[in-house]
């Protein structure tokens, strides 16, 4: 495994970094979070036009073809400066689903929009209890016609009120075994029978509600096959951990480098609290857990960009980033003092997203029993060698 990156991925790095802190600094942030889109669409065009939405979609349906670690780096650097935008689910998400399952006409009807124009989709899988086990998919999609008719409310749906479409994991049968029976829909957001509402959070990521009354979706709008979208959500899930766990890899940097800043600035007693030895062990620590989930994103990142995607790994890194992240930044805080906690200070608004991302593609929990379900069939090389 190398972890050295090639010149052409240092130069998304270095355009990445450069187009967000030059497009949105952290005054635009908090301006961006009394937006009732939650982002900025002008600068959402300008991404658009520099290719940034095309970075792995095939050159045939007008991307860069580029590779998984692309895909990491540029979410590294989104999370590094807490970019509030739909890139994540519309391109990390919804387009990798479409390209690798979708039919000949739909990737040639849908990438190329997504890639030229920035068309915004989102992704609706949680409901009642919030989580991406299987039998909480319940919303019902009964066939009529030359279509199904959805039924039911999806949770948490990202940026749903400036999507144009709504990839939906519904139930198209009851079966003893909750994995079976599960389709995905591609559903036009302006549907009759499609109502979307806000659902206030603290860090105004804007998640939505989405009722589905009688929405009817013709089976040409279907994703892979029927009754068998479990596959579709899993890789979906396996693929957005280990890319959100970069954005979260990036704001824990950034929240080390603020506090590490700010601990050499900050004079106390005529001497910066910086020179004071329990917040230098403080940010030692820190250091310690920023390099740890970072290598830990990288090798998981590195396993799929060669195909051999690893599905224990991929769930030890969303735990290890949930856990890493929200820690650097309440230490970050405390270095800060009191003020850390006001908005004022950009340490909160990390802290904020820290907790905000905790749920995003599985909470610790959720990925501590895939873990666990890995464990009972792993066989350690030295025993395999036997």
């Given at each position: 495994m190398d972890f050295g990156f090639s010149k052409d991925q240092d130069l998304i790095r270095k355009s990445a970094r450069e187009f967000i802190e030059k497009e949105c600094p952290k005054?635009?942030?908090?301006?961006l979070k009394q937006d009732k889109k939650g982002f900025d669409t002008k600068i959402w065009k300008k991404m658009a036009n520099l290719g940034f939405m095309g970075l792995v979609i095939a050159e045939e349906y007008h991307g860069t073809e580029g590779d998984f670690l692309d895909l990491m780096i540029f979410m590294e650097e989104i999370g590094r400066n807490i970019f509030p935008c739909p890139f994540f689910i519309t391109v990390c998400q919804c387009a990798p689903a479409i390209e690798e399952f979708g039919t000949a006409a739909q990737k040639k009807n849908i990438l190329p929009k997504i890639a030229e124009k920035g068309e915004i989709w989102s992704y609706a899988v949680n409901e009642d209890k919030a989580d991406y086990e299987a039998s909480d998919i319940q919303l019902s999609a009964v066939a009529k016609g030359d279509g199904y008719v959805l039924n039911g409310t999806k949770l948490f749906v990202p940026y749903a009120n400036s999507a144009k479409k709504i990839l939906v994991v519904g139930r198209t049968t009851q079966s003893d075994n909750p994995e079976e029976g599960i389709t995905l829909f591609i559903v036009d957001a302006n549907s009759d029978g499609v109502e979307i509402e806000e659902i206030p959070t603290a860090a105004k990521d804007m998640k939505c509600e989405v009722r589905f009354n009688n929405v009817t979706v013709s089976r040409d709008d279907v994703l892979g096959e029927i009754d068998k979208g479990w596959a579709i959500v899993d890789y979906v899930l396996q693929y957005g951990a280990v890319l959100k766990s970069a954005e979260m890899s990036g704001g824990t940097q950034a929240a080390l480098d603020i506090a590490n800043k700010y601990a050499k600035e900050r004079f106390q007693f005529g001497k910066p609290i910086g020179s004071f030895q329990s917040l230098q062990h403080r940010l030692v620590k820190m250091l310690t857990e920023v390099d740890g989930l970072k290598n830990l994103v990288y090798e998981a990142a590195w396993n799929i960009d060669e195909g051999t995607p690893n599905k224990m790994l991929n769930s030890m890194v969303k735990v290890k980033a949930n856990n890493v992240y929200h820690r650097v930044c309440f230490d970050a805080v405390y270095i800060h003092g009191a003020i850390g906690w006001?908005?004022?200070?950009?340490?909160?608004?990390?802290?904020?997203?820290?907790?905000a991302n905790e749920n995003d593609c599985g909470g610790t929990n959720f990925h501590?029993?895939?873990?666990?379900?890995?464990?009972?069939?792993?066989e350690p090389d030295f025993l395999a060698m036997k």
């Open positions: 005054e635009k942030v908090r301006e006001t908005e004022e200070m950009d340490i909160s608004l990390y802290l904020l997203r820290a907790k501590r029993e895939r873990i666990a379900k890995e464990l009972e069939s792993y």
